[in-house]
């Protein structure tokens, strides 16, 4: 039974070849290549040795199959991702523009993972769950927010904690209604991990500080601020700790984060001090970023524990 559970889309990522391309032109694109942010978290959280599960939905092609070898090598149970024939699976287009933020092209709603829905959250599954995570950017469409808010139902009845990335794209969180489903979440989170500006956007205050005091006094447990190549704060009621990033030659930034926090939830799962595991997932979001390709810089548990060795010069405990 697994200890840790997601939901949401696994699709393949496209992704343009230089920097500065727009979908308007004609240009070469790399991949496709696994993704979804919620296949990269529980593919990172199994291959940090926790029991994972992910709840999703493919199509009969290989885009699905290349998805599905992928998470079962790396340990994740796929029983709960359903095959759909006469559906494709989902696909993401990216670019990446001059100023480092990026521009997508989804099909997801209209995909394989548009088919989502409450029936595939079942009960028997979260009997060991010990953490739900939640994407944010899972909230595409009605049937997966309700599916999502019956998984968070089922965890929290039987003592388990909700895990939350609000992972925003502008492309999916289109308006104030989204916005307030994403706040209803990280109101009921533990563990919160998500970007500066993220906290902001959802806060409607624009002082960190305060922010974080006032979702501790509402009852999570740990947060987590991403800064990309600056590092990440971690954030509990009696304790801040900064981690400086790693230093590494940055290829493509897309799927640190969903790496980061598959990292950071497992090894909290596995009883790890959050001081420790916040570095392991510090150090896995910069491996992450040395490999084109989302889910392509996934990493081991031993690995990370060898460059915590390496980089702090004491054991990881
Ligand atoms: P995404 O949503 O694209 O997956 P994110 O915005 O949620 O990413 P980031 O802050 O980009 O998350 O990355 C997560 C963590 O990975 C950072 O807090 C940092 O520890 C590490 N990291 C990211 N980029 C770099 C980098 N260029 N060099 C070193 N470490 C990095
Ligand atoms: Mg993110």
Known sequence: MAEIITIGEILVEVMAKNNDQKFEETGEYVGPFPSGAPAIFIDQAARCGSRSLIISAIGSDGFGRMNLHRLQRDGVDVSRIKVLEGQTTGVAFVTYQKDGERDFIYHISNAACG?????????????????F??????????????????????????????????????????DNEKRNLLIE???????????????????????ERKNVETLLGRGAEMIIVKRGKRGATLYTPNNTVHVGAYPVEEVDSTGAGDCFGGTFVSCINQGLRPEVAVRLASLAGAKAVTKKGPMEGNTTLEELKRMYEEHYNQKPV
């Open 115 to 131: 088919y989502i829905d409450e029936k595939d959250v079942c009960e028997e599954d979260f009997r060991d769950c010990h953490f």
């Open 133 to 174: 995570h939640v994407m944010g950017s899972s909230i595409y469409n009605r049937n997966t927010y309700l599916a999502i808010t019956k998984g968070i139902e089922l965890c929290l009845k039987q003592g388990g904690k909700i895990s939350f990335d609000p992972n925003v794209r502008k492309e999916i969180i289109t």
């Open 185 to 207: 979440i990280l109101y009921q989170s533990h563990i919160i991990l998500l970007g500066e500006k993220e906290l902001s956007y959802l806060m409607g205050e624009e002082q």
